[in-house]
């Protein structure tokens, strides 16, 4: 079978019993020579102010095969570098004098028109060829469309900001301390603190507000009250005075006094009786003998009294009393309010 040829690089493809006793040197030419064209091959092709057709062969080394095609020459106006119409990626540098461009174009379909100067990646994809690249030229500027930033410069220490089709924007560092916020529309350096809306108060552990507070010198010597309805202040005892050390005291010189007296009226007396005694004796009514020592019982007397209570005033002068010392000094740390500006 006869040896044919592969459509795009062109290798030498060897058919059963071709090629007998030269297998080796037909695989050595393929691998070391035809394949690092493709992939790593650099030719020169020097234009004479025309269309330049690109050499194309089977199983042999050619210009078309190669990875990197150089163009040099003077034009005098925009020539065609034509290769085969057969897929393939190519980095085409334009190093014509004359200051015209180059069209990499096939001998049918679409081209790319590579810059006077300019270097590009293309592809053929069997019918057209097609920028992979925006078209850049060393030590030029890059375009925003090819991957670039459109500037041949970056300013020192800004930070660096999209800006659509057009080339980026730059924030600057600022003050010392700033730091990069969101202002909703786009990015920008301000102060730590400005994320607090103007009016906000907040309570700092340092004698001076921070940079863009204003403290508060209404209230002193006071202590915080949490609340969960509305804020208010008062009382009038400073907080060192009321969690001073104390030692309160009560001193009472004596106690003295006496209970009144009280006639008890006859509801308020015991219930009781009085039995009548009666004497037995002689006309003279004198008592004689045994019977003036023994009188007889005579008539009984109704009750009277009720049983009722009663009561006893009674009134002091004066008293003492002493008490242990008690020690409120707790411990604190002293704040501060400061209102954001």
Known sequence: MAST??????????????????????????????LEQAI??????????????????NGVSDEARNAVLVVTGANNAVRDLIPPVVEKLY??????????????????????TIPNGATQVVYCDGTNFIAASAAFTNGSVLGVAGGGTGLSTLTANNVILGNGTSSPIFVAPGTTGNVLTSNGTTWVS?????????????????????????????????AFRLV???VSSGGSVDFTTAFASQTPSITISSISGSAGATTLSTPQIPSHNHTQFTSIGTGCGCFAGAQAANPSPGAVTGSTGGGG??????SFSSGSATSSAINLAVKYVDLIIAQKN
């Open 5 to 34: 040829y592969s459509p795009s690089l062109k290798l030498t493809l060897m058919g059963d019993g071709d090629q007998a006793g030269l297998w080796g040197q037909t695989t050595n030419t393929n691998l070391g020579t035809l």
């Open 40 to 57: 790593t091959g650099v030719t020169s092709i020097t234009m004479l102010d025309a269309n330049y057709t690109l050499t194309s062969f």
């Open 309 to 314: 209570s009663h009561t006893h005033p009674f």
């Open 91 to 112: 980095i085409v540098a334009n190093n014509t004098t004359g200051g015209y461009a180059v069209r990499v174009i096939g001998a049918t379909g679409t081209g790319v």
């Open 228 to 230: 969960s309805g509305s």
């Open 190 to 222: 301000s102060t730590p603190g400005s994320e607090f809306i103007s009016g906000t108060r907040l309570t700092f552990n340092q004698t001076n507000a921070p940079t863009g507070w204003t403290k508060s010198t209404s209230v002193d010597n006071a």
